[in-house]
């Protein structure tokens, strides 16, 4: 491991491969929408970690991470938690989307548009 390295931390890997077995069904939907270079061109990672932080989703050419959060998310405490890691997220220049469960389940097309919408040289939405 690099010194300076923030991705994929070795000692977050059977976190990680536990998170990309056990995905909620909204997860599930949404990947099905971003693997295999299906949105726009862009790559998309799903359970990736950045520093200490495992996101839902990360696209390395748009510093783009999307989090699909369900009703665990809805506490004071993951609230805030929420909260703090988009704000440091953010302070690393990453740009951070959250989407709810029924959002992605309900309206996926209004989801990618709104993810395509935050990509440089952003295709025209379809």
Known sequence: MRKDQLH?????KEKR???RNSMTFA???LWQ???SWKLAGRKFRRQHSIENFIVDFYCATERLVIEVDGSVHDTPEASANDKLRDETLK???YT???FRNYEVLENI????????SY?????SCF
Do not use: C, G, Q, Y
Request: aromatic share 6%; proline share 6%.
């Open 109 to 116: 097309t209004a989801v990618k548009n709104v993810i395509i």
């Open 91 to 93: 302070n690393w220049n």
């Open 17 to 19: 491969t536990v998170l």
């Open 27 to 29: 997860e599930e939907v």
């Open 8 to 12: 994929s931390l070795p000692h977050l």
């Open 33 to 35: 929408e971003l693997r």
């Open 119 to 123: 990509f440089k040289n952003s295709p």
């Open 96 to 98: 951070v989307l959250r």
